[in-house]
C-alpha cells in the first residue's frame, strides 16, 4: 500500500489542473503509440476497464462477419481445411507466443482460463508423481537433473503431497486448484506469494501464482518464485490473465514450465474469448492432460476407442474449438502487427514494424505514474489510499484505489464517462491499456474522480 499524503501536500501546488493538462497534451503529442488509438472502436469517455474488458478492435466486426457469411455461409464444411479452422488452436497460439515470451509451438488457444488451468495443475502433479517413480526430479523443472531424490512414502502415498496455490489469488483458480487436489490425492495449501519460497519444501508437487494480482495490481516476481520452485522440485504453474499484454512475461527465459491466460483483457478478443495454455517444449511429451479429447488425439479422424496423445501442445486441446470467438481473437491480435491487419508473429518493433511488449509496458508505468501524479494532485486528503505498489517492479498495469462508498464512487464515475470497475468491499479499479489509453484520458479520469469524492461529502 502507498499513502499519497506527502504526494498531495507537495504536488497540488507544483501540478494544479490546467498545469497538468497541458503536460497530458505534452505527452500524448510525444507518445509513439498514441496513433494505435485509431485501431479501436472508442466513444469519448475514458475507458480504463481493459483489465476486466478489453476495447473492440476495429478490425474484430469485418473478419467476423466473413467468417459467418463466406466462410461458414458460403464454404460451410470445407473451411476446417480451406479457411484454416482446424490448426486455428495453435496458429492463433503462435501470435500470443511472443507477446508472453514464448517460441513458437508452446501455446494452445481454446477453452476457458479455468478449465485450462485444471489441466494445468493436474498434468503437473502427474509429471511430479512421474518423477517420484523415477526416484528424482529427472528433466522436469530446469531441464538440469539436479535435484534431491523423491520417493514415495508409507502406504505408496506420494512424498510430494502438496499443491500450493496463492492465497490472494482470483477466486476460481483456487476452486479448481482444489479440485485438482481432491482428484490427485494432494492437500491444497494456500500461501502468500511473497512467502512461497519459505513453503516451498519436498513435499510440494506443483505451485499455481498469478503473474499480477487481480485486485492490488502488484506484480509479482516470476523469475525469482519460478526459480525457487525449481530449486525445491517442483512444477511452476502461471496464471497471466492480468500480465499478457500489458507487460513483459519471458516463459522461455524464466523456465516456467506451465502457463495459463486469457485473452479479453489486455489482448482484446472480446467477452468469452477462449483462453490458451503454455506447455514448454521439453515437457510436452511427459504432458498428460486429465481432460483427453479427440483433438488431442494424434488420429482425431481415425476415431480409435484408445487415446493416444498428439504430439507437441496440441496435446493440450480437448474438443471442437470456438471457431467465432477464436477467429475474432485471432483478428484482434492484428493490432500488434503493423499496419493492424498483419499475421505474422515473432518480435516487432516501433508502430510500423509492430508494436512491441517493451513498448507497451513503458507507456504503462508512464499512464500509471501520471495517474497516481493527477490523484495526489486532485484528490482531497484522506480519500483514498493507494493498494498498487509505488515500485515499478512491483506494478501491473493498474491502479487500486480503497475509498468509502466505492461502489457507488463507480457508479458515478461511469455516468460522468470515467469508466472503471469496483472491487467489493471497497476498491476502485482502473486499468490501463497502453494501446488505446492517453494521458489526457488519465489527467481526465483523475479530475473526475476528485469532483466525484467531493460530491459525496
Known sequence: MSDLTETQTTSGAE???????????????????????????????????????????????????????????????RSWDESGWWTAPERIGDRIAPLVGAAPGQIVVG????????????????????????????????????????????GGRPV???????????????????????????????????????????????????????????LHDLPSLTAAIHEAGAYAVWDLCHSAGALPVGLDEHGVDLAVGCTYKYLNGGPGSPAYLYVRRDLQPRFDSPLPGW??????????PSF????????????????????????????WDGGGGGSGSGSRSGTEAGVTVEAVRAKSLALTDFFLRCVAAYVPEGRVECLTPVAHAERGSQVALRCDDAGDVMKRLIEQGVVGDFRHPDVLRFGFTPLYVGFADVERAARVLAETLRSFG
Open 295 to 304: 483433438n488431442s488425439h494424434t488420429d482425431p479422424f481415425g476415431m480409435r
Open 160 to 218: 510430494r503431497d502438496e499443491i500450493l496455490v496463492d492465497a490472494t489469488t482470483f477466486p476460481t483458480d483456487g476452486y479448481i486448484a482444489e479440485s485438482a487436489a481432491r482428484m490427485t490425492g494432494r492437500t491444497l495449501r494456500p500461501v502468500v506469494p511473497a512467502e512461497v519460497p519459505d513453503a516451498l519444501g519436498p513435499r510440494t508437487a506443483a505451485v499455481l501464482l498469478n503473474h499480477v494480482d487481480y485486485r492490488t495490481g502488484r
Open 15 to 77: 501540478h494544479p489542473s490546467s498545469e497538468l493538462a497541458l503536460e497530458a497534451a505534452k505527452l500524448d503529442e510525444a507518445d509513439e503509440l498514441a496513433g494505435l488509438r485509431d485501431r479501436f472502436v472508442l466513444d469519448d469517455a475514458v475507458y480504463l476497464d481493459g483489465n476486466s474488458l478489453g476495447a473492440l478492435p476495429a478490425a474484430v466486426p469485418g473478419r467476423v462477419d466473413d467468417v459467418v457469411r463466406r466462410q461458414w455461409g458460403s464454404l460451410r464444411i
Open 308 to 335: 493416444e496423445p498428439a504430439g507437441g501442445a496440441l496435446r493440450g486441446r480437448v474438443g471442437t474449438p470456438d471457431i467465432l470467438s477464436m477467429l475474432a481473437l485471432e483478428a484482434a491480435l492484428d493490432v
Open 111 to 154: 477453452d476457458s482460463t479455468s478449465v485450462n488451468i485444471f489441466k494445468a495443475v493436474v498434468a503437473a502433479v502427474r509429471m511430479a508423481d512421474e518423477d517420484a517413480r523415477e526416484g528424482g526430479v529427472g528433466e522436469g523443472r530446469d531441464g538440469d537433473g539436479d535435484g534431491d531424490g523423491v520417493g514415495v512414502g508409507a
